[in-house]
């Protein structure tokens, strides 16, 4: 039979349960034995489910406390000194400190995922990298299921991938050339696996849809002719996803691995040329349903893809899968009590993904009568969606239609429109500001909870927000920023609270997703046509003014932003969505500005993120993303100030399009990597104004004016003074007061004590 297959599921738990347990044991209220009780807990449910659902080979070790490739850093090693000597595995607290810093040391960098809003923790080699098996967690939790009479297939970030998505600690190195360093420590982990009794392991490889050269090519030679003679009895499936093998393909096929798995919902075309060439017994994984977004799958439209390929190779070496894990997934559909029953039955999540798996496979191995009414109840709902009125709005087609290039300029060049913002603004040299969003403390939080059940009234709710606001403006005066933001107080997310006030989106109570360690978010449903039928921030941007006579921040998410941190609609190009709430975007700029705001924010933090992997899909996209952008940012005029921000990213291959931007500043997320972006500006010289971050806000740890004065310092051999603004590395919200006020206000000090320094050159120097 064709088996059912699954990569990975959800590790949040149910009401994000990892994440309330984590958050208690960082904050002492709970021990590890606690968190260690839950993440069983969660496993457990996890692996009875997929069992449940009728999927044959379910994974295990796809569960994590932070980051998979964290906790792969841990089982090879490699745990950078300043963490300590570690002669065992990691326990919990040195593991959390690692992804999060403490006050004695600084956390080891994040970046997003590929294409994703997920962010792993970078590992940090050296040149004479040292690797020992120091955990057996893939084992210990093989076992763990065993125990519950559940056979799994254990997942493991593959050899070469993890060496490619690392990162060098010091000289910079080819970290390939530690590959026959780390290959003995992956062979003793593959064979307690052996003598623990499994039957497949899952090598993620995802670095192979990656344009790759030939010395990465033949990593993977290496790799794998040791590893896959490791035991006749372990089966190894190698695991793709996000994208096409592309050119690779050949030499991936050539590999002595037992199966082989396709992401055939991003790449289908690559399916044909897996079918013809594989190898006689090779096993071909076909990805069929959607990992990474919410839609109900076209089980007949995958099928068509899975059918030729059973015919040609035999139903015993096809197994049907998703297209990636579901960790991009929200858990279950049916949690969701306010959505209507015709968008619930549009929709899928992981739990209902299961069945769509099972249902495939049982179609391909028994024939499609096998699941003859599966089949109608998907046809029908698919076809009530394209014919929903919900779906189009006639009047925002027409204005998209109407849309002319130089609504995408700026009235006057950057020159210009800067001598009018400094006479406008009268900031000083490195004018300090923070990224947007102030502490959202648990009472901020209770007071939105409370006026959403009805338990306070409106009146009592805004007034609560008036004075959070107060209070946060006022706070900013007095210890010196220059350019205040509002908090932000009245808002749950970034995306989900513009989402609600835009026309042609949707929203799930439960639809939460994993962006990093316990940080959940829950991703809007762009389901149709992008509106703004009223103005979104406008009311609390004036109020927050009217508090200073000091410019406060007008405070909006990009087009590119709104659109990645999204599940968007498959039925039209996603570049047309996004242009849709770009001109959304737009309106709110111009009512802003009409208002009497003189500095404003259109945060892109995912402009990065949604670089196609494949360089030669790059320049398509980055074309209508920052035409997006300049849609969204190009109606207001000269003396406004268009500020954007970014973080999490590798920048080094965009800056280009950053600059096409053409925002008057931009802020980076910098301190984490100690300044690594410097690299790529040292080259590109940048022509605005620029924030690199100089304060960690992922990390608890609250940094000293020297230390950030330190990076500044780093900053002005890249950068001109005038051009160089000092700012956190991203939004605050989720820090606490005691750990921001400390943190802003030596940030202050730093910038003034380097206007200090820098004037004090200048009159040695006249």
């Known amino acids: 039979m064709a088996l059912a297959t699954n990569l990975g599921y959800p590790r949040i738990g149910v009401q994000r349960g990892l994440k309330k347990a984590l958050e208690a044991f960082w904050a002492g209220k709970t021990s590890s034995n606690d968190l260690l009780e839950t993440a069983r807990a969660i496993r457990k449910a996890n692996w009875l489910l997929q069992k449940e659902a009728g999927i044959a080979h379910i994974p295990s070790n796809d569960f994590s406390f932070y980051d998979h490739v964290l906790d792969t850093a841990c089982v090879v090693g490699a745990i950078p000194k300043r963490f300590g000597q570690v002669s065992g595995s990691v326990d919990l607290q040195t593991y959390s400190t690692m992804a999060r810093g403490s006050q004695s040391v600084t956390a080891m960098e994040m970046t997003k995922w590929f294409d994703t809003n997920y962010h792993y923790i970078v590992p940090e080699l050296a040149v004479n990298q040292d690797f020992w098996l120091a955990s057996r967690k893939p084992v210990e939790e093989y076992l763990e299921a065993k125990a519950l009479g559940v056979e799994t297939r254990p997942v493991i970030l593959g050899p070469v991938s993890f060496l490619l998505l690392a990162k060098s600690q010091d000289a910079d190195f080819n970290r390939l050339t530690l590959l026959d360093r780390l290959l003995p420590v992956y062979e003793e982990l593959l064979a307690e696996l052996v003598k623990a009794g499994a039957e497949w392991v899952q090598m993620d490889e995802p670095c192979l849809v990656l344009d790759l050269d030939a010395a990465a090519l033949s990593a993977y030679k290496k790799a794998y002719a040791m590893l896959g003679g490791i035991s006749p009895k372990l089966k190894i499936l190698l695991t793709t996803y996000f994208g096409n093998l592309d050119k690779n393909m050949d030499a991936v096929l050539k590999l002595p691995v037992a199966g082989l798995h396709l992401d055939l919902v991003r790449a289908p075309e690559q399916l044909a040329k897996a079918v013809s060439k594989a190898p006689a017994k090779m096993v071909l994984s076909l990805g069929v349903i959607d990992g990474r977004n919410i839609w109900r799958a076209d089980l007949a439209g995958a099928l068509a893809l899975v059918e030729p390929a059973v015919k040609k190779l035999g139903q015993d070496r096809v197994l049907i899968g998703p297209s990636c894990s579901f960790l991009h997934s929200p858990i279950d559909l049916e949690a969701e009590t306010k959505l209507d029953r015709e968008m619930k039955s549009w929709l899928a999540f992981a739990k209902q993904k299961l069945g769509e798996i099972a249902a495939v496979a049982r179609a391909a191995s028994k024939g499609r009568r096998a699941v003859a009414a599966a089949l109608e109840d998907c046809r029908k709902a698919m076809r009530a969606k394209k014919t929903s009125p919900r779906i189009v709005n006639p009047a925002v087609r027409k204005r998209l239609a109407k849309a002319t290039k130089t609504m995408a300029k700026r009235k006057s060049p950057y020159a210009k429109r800067i001598k009018l913002q400094n006479k406008h603004l009268g900031l000083p040299h490195f004018p300090t500001t923070t990224i947007g969003s102030l502490p959202q403390t648990p009472e901020v939080r209770a007071n939105r909870a409370s006026y959403k059940a009805g338990r306070i009234d409106r009146a009592a709710y805004e007034n609560f927000i008036k004075e959070e606001t107060k209070r946060a403006v006022l706070w900013q005066e007095e210890i010196g920023v220059d350019v205040l933001v509002h908090g932000e107080f009245e808002r749950n997310d970034m995306v989900e609270y513009f989402g609600e006030q835009l026309k042609g989106f949707a929203f799930t109570e439960n639809g939460w997703v994993q962006s990093y360690g316990s940080r959940c978010v829950k991703p809007p449903i762009i389901y149709g046509d992008v509106s703004r039928p009223d103005p979104m921030t ?56 009409a208002a009497g705001i003189k500095v404003i924010q259109i945060d892109e933090p995912a402009l990065r993120e949604g670089l196609p992997l494949r360089k030669k899909d790059r320049k398509s996209y980055l074309k209508w993303g920052v035409e997006a952008f300049r849609f969204s940012s190009c109606g207001v005029k000269d003396e406004t100030q268009i500020h954007t921000h970014m973080c999490y990213c590798e920048f080094g291959d965009i800056p280009e399009a950053i600059a096409a931007l053409d925002a008057d500043v931009i802020s980076m997320e910098a301190s984490r990597s100690k300044m690594e972006l410097l690299d790529s500006f040292r080259k590109f010289r940048y022509p605005n104004g620029i924030g690199p971050g100089v304060y960690d806000i992922h990390s608890p740890r609250v940094p000293s004016k020297e230390e950030m004065e330190s990076l500044l310092m780093k900053a002005l051999d890249v950068f001109n003074k005038e051009q160089l603004w000092v700012n956190p590395d991203c939004g605050l919200k989720t820090r606490r007061w005691e750990e921001v006020r400390p943190s802003v206000a030596a940030m202050v000090a730093a910038a003034k004590s380097l206007r200090k320094k820098i004037n004090s050159h200048a009159g040695a120097a006249v």
């Open 538 to 593: 406008v009311r609390w941007s004036r109020y927050a003014q009217s508090l200073s006579s000091r410019p406060v921040k007008g405070m909006l998410t990009g087009p590119v932003t709104i659109l990645q941190w999204s599940f968007v609609r498959n039925d039209q190009p996603r570049s047309t969505t996004c242009r849709q709430v770009a001109l959304a975007i737009r309106d709110e700029v111009v009512d802003l500005e």
